[in-house]
C-alpha cells in the first residue's frame, strides 16, 4: 500500500500521502485512491465526489483536501480551491506548490495581493522557484507595480534564460510603465508624448 501512495503522489504531483502516516479509515483511503484515479484521467467532477465521500468519514483526512483542492483549480472552482489548500496549508506549511496554487486561484478571482503574499512565501521556500518569480510579476503587474514586475521576470530569466514566457511579460511590463509616463505627460502638454501614447494604444 504504501508503494502505491508514492506511485499516485508522481503520477499526481500533489500529496497523496507520500511520507504521511495518517489515522484514517479503509473506506476513507479508498474514496481518496479512487479519487486519486480520476483526477490522473481528469475526471475532476467525480474526483471531487469521490473525495468528498473520504472526507464525509474522515473529516480530518488533510491530504483530502489537498487534492480536492488541486480539482477544484482544474475546474475553475477557485473559491473552494482556495479554502481547501488553506485547509492543507494548516498541515504543510512549507509546501511550495500548495502556495504556488492557492495564490494561482488568488490571481484567477483577482485577488493579486493575496497571490503576491502567496507567491512571495513559495520563493521564501524555493528562492530558485522561476514560475513562482513570473507568477508574482504578472500580479505586479495586474497592480500597476511595473517596477517590481520587471524585477521579478528579472529574476525568472536569470534562472531560467530561455523562459519565453518571461520575456514576453517584462516586455509587455514595460510598455504598460512606458504608456503610464507618456500619459503623464501627454497630460502636461507634451505632444511627443501624446503621440508615444496614440502609438503603443493602436
Not at 484514517?24 to 468528498?52: H, M, P, T
Amino acid at each position: 500500500m504504501n508503494r502505491f501512495k508514492i506511485i499516485v503522489c508522481a503520477m499526481l504531483g500533489v500529496a497523496a500521502l507520500c511520507g504521511h502516516e495518517l489515522s484514517f479509515g479503509v473506506d476513507a483511503l479508498s474514496f481518496f485512491n479512487s479519487g486519486n484515479n480520476y483526477y490522473n484521467e481528469g475526471q475532476y467532477d467525480k474526483a471531487i465526489k469521490e473525495y468528498d465521500k473520504a472526507l464525509a468519514i474522515n473529516a480530518d483526512f488533510t491530504d483530502v483536501y489537498y487534492n480536492r483542492g488541486f480539482a477544484y483549480y482544474k475546474k475553475g472552482k477557485y473559491d473552494e480551491a482556495i479554502d481547501d489548500l488553506g485547509r492543507a496549508l494548516s498541515h504543510y506549511p512549507e509546501d511550495a506548490e500548495l502556495y504556488q496554487a492557492r495564490g494561482l486561484a488568488y490571481f484567477k478571482k483577482g485577488r493579486y495581493e493575496n497571490a503576491i503574499k502567496d507567491y512571495s512565501k513559495v520563493i521564501s521556500i524555493r528562492p530558485e522557484y522561476a514560475d513562482a518569480y513570473q507568477n508574482r510579476g504578472v500580479a505586479y503587474s495586474r497592480s500597476s507595480r511595473f517596477d517590481e514586475a520587471i524585477d521579478d521576470f528579472n529574476k525568472a530569466i536569470s534562472i531560467r534564460p530561455d523562459y519565453s514566457e518571461a520575456y514576453f511579460s517584462r516586455g509587455f511590463a514595460y510598455v504598460k510603465k512606458a504608456a503610464a509616463d507618456f500619459r503623464k505627460v501627454c497630460g502636461m502638454g507634451n505632444k511627443n508624448a501624446c503621440e508615444n501614447l496614440k502609438q503603443l494604444s493602436e
